[in-house]
């Protein structure tokens, strides 16, 4: 009799479990973050089969926890979430206008337009600027770049650092001006130093190389590439860098002057499209002279 009770009482306890598990499923899927509500899905149409699937699971389980009216329900409204959500489509991005620049900058703001250009013709004061030559051979320094000058403690007044480079002596030179006073407080002159090349030299580099004969290998690389002939800096994408003798394994004689010279060697390619090899050629902006290494 004990035993009969006991198997008795084993199936009531596993029938028990069995309405809770049904429970568990039902509210499983019918809690919010199915695929509509998540946004994964999105579409109304995923969004209205996760509502069907949370009303058939209440319904199953219905009988043993009433609990089919809340599947039914929460499933309705994870379809009309996802129908919301596919019906309001979000509107097109727009990019915020840049905020309107002074003519002067506030601490250590960057230097505006204004100041910049001030700076670089306050740096080039009359008559040494006259006996200077930047790098096409034309009167005037090589403007390398202008950078925000360190503060000076105690004093708010905004200075630009402005440094050319000068290819009749082979020097960097190096300005400080007071943007308030107009007066250039500080000026170097330094030999030997090479900072990295500007836009303007890369330019000229890559004319040098195109009229010397060592250019030929390049025209013909970009007649292969294109079926066209090279007669223009403008049909090539390039870059650049000082070229730096001391990181070279075998430096050829006439580069030994690289350091104190000012050489750069460049990466090319084809506008959209191809690389062309030009690293093997430096160019010693200083002599004009193109020569081919390795």
């Known amino acids: 009799m004990y035993e009969i009770a006991r198997r008795h009482l084993g199936k009531v306890v596993a029938g028990a479990a069995m309405a809770v598990t049904g429970t568990a499923v039902a509210v499983a899927i019918s809690l919010p973050g199915s695929a509509g509500?998540?946004?994964v899905a999105g579409p109304a149409g995923t969004a209205g089969t996760a509502g069907s699937a949370g009303a058939s699971a209440g319904t199953g389980a219905a009988g043993a926890t009433g609990q089919g009216d809340a599947g039914a329900q929460a499933g309705a409204g994870e379809a009309g979430t996802g129908n919301?959500?596919?019906?309001?489509?979000?509107?097109?991005?727009?990019?915020?206008?840049?905020?309107?620049?002074?003519?002067?900058?506030?601490g250590s703001d960057p230097l505006t337009d204004d100041e910049l250009a001030r700076a670089e013709q306050l740096a080039l004061t009359p008559p040494a600027a006259a006996a200077q030559e930047n790098v096409e051979g034309g009167r005037g320094p090589q403007h390398l770049g202008t950078l925000l000058?360190?503060?000076?403690?105690?004093?708010?007044?905004?200075?630009?650092?402005?440094?050319?480079?000068?290819y009749a002596k082979d020097e960097l030179v190096t300005r400080t001006v007071n943007l308030g006073t107009g007066?250039?407080?500080?000026?170097?002159?330094?030999?030997?130093?090479?900072?990295?090349?500007?836009?303007?030299?890369?330019?000229?580099?890559?004319?040098?190389?195109?009229?010397?004969p060592l250019g030929k290998g390049?025209?013909?690389?970009?007649?292969?590439?294109?079926?066209?002939?090279?007669?223009?800096?403008?049909?090539?994408?390039?870059?650049?860098d000082v070229y730096r003798p001391y990181r070279e394994a075998n430096v050829p004689a006439q580069l030994a002057d690289c350091g104190k010279h000012r050489c750069v060697r460049l990466v090319t390619k084809v506008l959209n499209g191809?690389?062309?090899?030009?690293?093997?050629?430096?160019?010693?902006?200083?002599?004009?002279?193109?020569?081919r290494v390795g």
Request: proline share 7%.
């Open 37 to 39: 509500a998540n946004g």
């Open 84 to 106: 919301q959500a596919a019906g309001s489509a979000p509107p097109p991005a727009t990019v915020a206008p840049a905020a309107a620049e002074g003519e002067k900058g506030l």
């Open 149 to 166: 000058a360190d503060p000076v403690p105690g004093d708010g007044a905004r200075r630009a650092e402005v440094r050319f480079y000068d």
């Open 183 to 212: 007066k250039v407080e500080r000026s170097a002159a330094q030999r030997g130093v090479q900072p990295s090349a500007h836009p303007e030299e890369l330019r000229e580099a890559l004319e040098l190389i195109l009229a010397s």
């Open 218 to 240: 390049v025209k013909e690389d970009y007649k292969d590439a294109t079926g066209k002939q090279l007669t223009s800096t403008e049909q090539l994408w390039f870059n650049g």
């Open 274 to 291: 191809a690389w062309i090899n030009t690293r093997n050629l430096i160019v010693d902006l200083s002599a004009r002279t193109v020569t």
